[in-house]
C-alpha cells in the first residue's frame, strides 16, 4: 500500500465535495488570441466581456513587434535572478517606464503582482510595527501580510471610521502602514485613497495602493487612484501588473519611494529567489508604456465604452453596483441564476462570469461585466441586447 492511496481518497472526497457544492471551476478553452472576439474551442465565436484586458492591448500588434525584435535581440530567456546575471538593459528600462509613468522614485520587477504583494511587507516592517488592512484586498496582500511579523488591523471595506478606529488602536506601534485594492475586483469601486490619505497624515502612517484593476483604467491619463485623486508622489507603495490592463502577458511590479525599491531589491524574497522576467516580455511593457503615454486614445475610449455601458444597462433596468473603473456588476443576488443568466447569455454569443459564494458574500450573486478599449459600439449594443432578452427571459428586469 503506498502512503498515496489514503491521501488519494481524502482527496477525491474533497474533489467530489467540491463538485457537489457546484463549485468546481472548469476552465473553458480559447483557440484564439485574447481579444473583444474569441474563438472557443467548440468553434463557436464569443464576445468576451470578462477579461483584464481593458486597454485592449492582449494582442496589440505595436507590442507582439517589440517582444518578437526583442527576442532576436535579447534572446528568449535570463535562465537566472536578477542579483546573479538576470538584468538586461531592457529590465532597467522597463523599472524607469514605470516609475515615470506613476511618477515616482523607482520600480521593482517581479514575476507576478502576485509576488509584488508577497515580497512587500516581509522585509520592510517587523513585529514592532502595524499593517492596517482593508477586508476586500486581494488574495496576495493578504497572504503577504501572512509572512509578516507585523501586527495585523483589518478595517471593512472602503470604511473610513473603521480605518480611523483602527489608526486610533495601532498608534503604539512604531509604524503604520494602510494598505488597499485601488480597485475592488468584485465591485468596481475605487478605494477612497483621498480620504484613506488624509487619515494616514493625521495619524502618521504610510500608504499603499495595489493599482492592479486601477491602473490603466482609472484617472484621465489612466495613471490610477493616485492620479483620480491627484496623489501623485505622495503614495508611499504602488503595486500593480503587467497582466490586466497593460498588455495581460505577466509580471508584477512594486514602485514609490526610493529607499522602499532600494530595501525590496536586497531582501525581498521574490525578487532574489525567483527568476527574471523574459527579455520580450520587458521590452513588449517599454513600448506600451511609450504607446500609452503618446496617445490617451485607448484610455478615452475605454472610459466612454463603460459609461455607455453601464448607462444603457441601468435603463434597461439592471441592478449595478455603483463603479467607478471598468467592471460592472450586474446584481442578481440568487447563485443558480447568475450561473443560467451566464450560459444563456453564452448561448446569446455573449461570454461573461456569473459570481456567487464564496467568492461573493452570500446572497450577493452577480454577473461582472469587464468592459475593454477593445470593444466597438455594435459589441456593447450586442451585449446590451443579449443582457435585456435573457434578464427579460429570466424575469431580473
Ligand atoms: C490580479 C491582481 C493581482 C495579481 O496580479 P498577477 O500579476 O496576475 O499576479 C494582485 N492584486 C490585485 C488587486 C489583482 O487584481
Known sequence: MSAYNNFRKYLRKELDDIQSAGLYKNERIIVSPQDAKIKIESGQELLNFCANNYLGLADNDELIKAAKKAMDTHGYGMASVRFICGTQDLHKQLEAGIAKFFGTEDAILYAACFDANGGVFEPLLSEEDAIISDTLNHASIIDGVRLCKAVRYRYANADMEDLERQ???????????????????????????????????????????????????????????????????????ITGTLGKAFGGAIGGFTTGRQEIIDMLRQRSRPYLFSNSIPPYIAAAGIRMFELIDSTNELQDRLHDNTSYFVNKLKAAGFDIKPTQSAICAVMLYDAKLSQDMASRLQEEGIYVTGFYYPVVPKGQARIRVQISAAHRKEHLDKCIEAFTKIGKELKVI
Request: aromatic share 8%; hydrophobic share 40%.
Open 167 to 237: 489608526l486610533i488602536a495601532a498608534q503604539n506601534q512604531r509604524f503604520r502602514l494602510i494598505v488597499t485594492d485601488g480597485v475592488f475586483s468584485m465591485d468596481g469601486n475605487v478605494a477612497p485613497v483621498d480620504k484613506i490619505y488624509e487619515l494616514a497624515q493625521k495619524y502618521d502612517a504610510m500608504v499603499m495602493v495595489d493599482e492592479s484593476h486601477s491602473a490603466g483604467v482609472v484617472g484621465k491619463t489612466g495613471r490610477g487612484t493616485t492620479e483620480q485623486f491627484n496623489l501623485q508622489g505622495k503614495v508611499d507603495i
